[in-house]
C-alpha cells in the first residue's frame, strides 16, 4: 500500500492543524494505521494508532487529550486532528500502515512496511 501524507504548515502555539493520509493500491480496512513524527537530532517517536480490530485508539502520553486520530476505511484515509499545538509539537509527520503489526510492537516504527513522505509541522513560540 502506497501512502500519502498531507496538511502540515506553520502554526503558532495554542493552534490547530489537520494532517492527512491517503493510501492507494490497497484496501486497508485490515491495516493497523498510526502516526509517527521525528523532530530534527530525534528518534522518530510513536504519536497515535487506530487499529483494524479495535476502534479504541491508543496515544502518546504527551499528546492525548490534544490530538485525535481517525480514519475512514472506505475513503482509505487515516487523519490527526491536532489541537493546543505546542513548540515540542515540532517535527516531520509520517503515516504508517501494516498488516501484521502485533500489540507489543505497535509503536515500534519497525514494525511498519509502509510509510508515507512526511509532512513538516512548524510550532511558533
Known amino acids: 500500500v502506497q501512502l500519502q501524507a498531507s496538511g502540515g504548515g506553520l502554526v503558532q502555539a495554542g493552534g490547530s492543524l489537520r494532517l492527512s493520509c491517503v493510501a492507494s493500491?490497497?484496501?486497508?480496512?485490515?491495516?493497523?494505521m498510526s502516526w509517527f513524527r521525528q523532530a530534527p537530532g530525534k528518534e522518530r517517536e510513536f504519536v497515535a494508532i487506530?487499529?483494524?480490530?479495535?476502534?479504541?485508539?491508543t496515544y502518546t502520553a504527551s499528546v492525548k487529550g490534544r490530538f485525535t486520530i481517525s480514519r475512514d476505511n472506505a475513503k482509505g484515509t487515516l487523519d490527526l486532528q491536532m489541537n493546543s499545538l505546542k513548540p515540542e509539537d515540532t517535527a516531520v509527520y509520517f503515516c504508517a500502515a501494516d498488516r501484521n503489526v502485533i500489540w507489543s510492537s505497535a509503536t515500534d516504527p519497525a514494525a511498519y512496511k509502509s510509510w508515507g513522505q512526511g509532512t513538516q509541522v512548524t510550532v511558533s513560540s
Open positions: 487506530f487499529r483494524w480490530y479495535n476502534s479504541n485508539p
Open positions: 493500491g490497497h484496501t486497508v480496512s485490515s491495516y493497523t
